[in-house]
């Protein structure tokens, strides 16, 4: 997996414009000091890794399998052992292989593997009730899903059905899924291709760093609202943003926007979508939800990653008002909310809880924040260090009044920062 890992931020780099996601599991720890003078060495834990027998990690990578994990930490095919800053594409909410996670799995698919929402089974009905109980307001109904990209298309969907409109806002650099649906709210041309996208707009990003208006949310609010007046009729079906935008580089958008532009939203007769996909459940530690950072309640909530710690599961949260639009139809999913995969979610949200993940997110999160800011103030290449809890982004730069991309730089980086995350039982420092 690390190899893996290695392969993919190498082809990331290219693409990303030098900005440098750090979004580990909640439960990993953070070192207390950086020493100059010695390798850095990961912390004692109690586990051998079963002995690898297959193939090399050359191999493993053409066939796109993985090493063995355990908690915050991964092994190669040589048993070293690798912190995950990655936490699989900001998935693994409560560690690799958490015993009450994998006990619930086992557990339920000793009685039932498979059974769709269309069948009363309790393991889906007690996690529907305990996601609908993190909720704010009226986002009590759920409905589930296999991935966040399910989840935004169904969210479309939705808003779609219930406003009577066509017209989706989504933010550039943003990222919505992979589907030929969210292919059209995501704006980062890495991620698209050339096919119709229909009635989809993007908007100025409200980025703090690189955006027109800085920090002004009032200012990139009159962009969305300028927006409506000219190139809509008028009318939206809603609009969708990640409270931190991930694979943007962990933008986190200027204070107060999304209150201004909700209300912006519903005068033009749409809805209001968060994508909470990456910075749910406790990820930024000062909120359950991302989008409480900035003081709002969406009308639909879509999830995803760290909802099920590496379990296919996602869900869409909404109101009863939106939810009734659904019922002119069939909606069903095969496996969205199968019983394992709903056994699994509830064991996450009890560890979140039990293991108080949040306030772990919150405490580790801001060290690391002071750290790097730390390092900010002592060398020009670092541009931007911003997030919050552990989805925090560091951006590298070549000159930090132009703020160009460090390309180049990025690059080297990944790969020290593979052998920093590294048992320095055997490490050299010749490769610093």
Known sequence: MAFLQRQILKRTVKESKAKLNICTSFSTAASASAVATTPPQLPPFDHDPKPYTGPSADQVFQ??????????YLFDE???RYLDAFAGIVTVSCGHCHPDVLNAIFEQSKLLQHATTIYLHHAIADFAEALASKMPGNLKVVYFVNSGTEANELAMLMARLYTGNLGMIALRNAYHGGSSGTIGL?????????????????????DPYHGSFGSDAARYAQDLQDHIDFGTSGKVAGFIAETIQGVGGAVELAPGYLK????????????????E???GFGRTGSHYWGFETQGVIPDIVTMAKGIGNGLPLGAVVTTPEIANVMAQKIQFNTFGGNPVCSAGGLAVL???DKERRQAHCADVGSHLLGRLRTLQERHDIIGD???????????????????TPAKAETAVLFEKLRDFLVDALDYSMSKL
């Open 385 to 403: 260090v911003r997030g919050r809890g552990l989805m925090v982004g560091m951006e590298l730069v070549t000159d930090r009044k132009e703020k």
């Open 260 to 275: 201004l532009v909700y209300d912006i939203v519903r005068k033009a007769g749409g809805v209001c979508i968060a994508d």
């Open 78 to 80: 040589n048993g070293r």
């Open 63 to 72: 066939k796109r399998k993985q090493f063995l994990g355990k908690m915050q």
């Open 350 to 352: 009890r560890v979140i």
């Open 277 to 279: 996909v990456q910075t």
């Open 186 to 206: 995501t704006a980062l041309n890495t991620w698209k291709y050339p096919i119709p996208q229909g009635e989809i707009h993007h908007v100025v990003n409200p």
